[in-house]
């Protein structure tokens, strides 16, 4: 390696770092300290990193960026009820994270609780046993409707999903999973709304069309206890 490539690749780190220290000393900043540069640059780099380094299409369907995204509300800070943009404007809070911020943003419980752990111990090593996933499991059991007794805890709606083939396929011979393109996992209506130009009618007793489907059939082919196969088979269903 010639020492004009490690030169440039030296300054390359250095600007990376700047960059990463200039992002952490608006994170330590108070609300009232951030300043109108503070938050022209913010927003800035919010939109551009979004398209590039993202997901463009956040800037195409999201109310809160204008067309050519001259106009962009980006959140900041939060408490109670409501959330902040970096710029002070307030919002009230209708969606709650779809159910994470059901006791609130930064309930003063929740964030003692969360402080009191981060000063004992961050994140479980996974080597020895862990006592509060033990304690939930068994809130969760005793406060659920139903037979529940086990639970698997999962990081995301993905992993979530996944867990849920793989329980079915253990606990049933059925071979077939049906998915709505466009959808969501979190519930029926967000389904409908994701794929609203497949609905045919909203009318009573939810007699519409449903977006376009994917079969998954299970085959077990001896070998990591099976494997989901996709037939490439599109489907459309009516309600009686």
Known sequence: MGVDTMKKQANGYARKNDYAKKALSLINKKDEDITKEDAEWITHETVEN?????????????????????????????EGDCFKDVNGKKYIDCLGGFGIYNVGHR??????????????????????????????????????????????????????????????????DRTTFIAA????????????????????????????????????????DGENNGSLRHDWQRCRRRSA
């Open 107 to 172: 309930n003063p419980k929740v964030v003692q609780a969360v402080e009191n752990q981060l000063h004992r111990q961050a994140l479980h090593s996974q080597d020895l046993l862990d006592p509060l996933r033990a304690i939930l499991a068994k809130i969760l059991a005793e406060i659920a409707p139903g037979d529940l007794q086990y639970s698997f805890f999962t990081n995301s709606g993905t992993e979530s999903v996944e867990a849920g083939l793989k329980l079915a396929k253990m606990y049933s």
């Open 50 to 78: 979004f398209r590039d380094y993202v997901n463009p299409g956040f800037l195409e369907y999201r109310k809160t960026v204008t067309k050519d995204a001259q106009f962009a509300a980006v959140e900041w800070s939060d």
């Open 181 to 220: 393109t466009r959808a969501s996992r979190q519930e029926p209506r967000i389904i409908i709304r994701y794929g609203q130009r497949h609905v045919q009618k909203a009318v009573p007793s939810a007699c519409f069309r449903f977006p376009p489907c994917t079969l998954w059939r299970y085959r077990n």
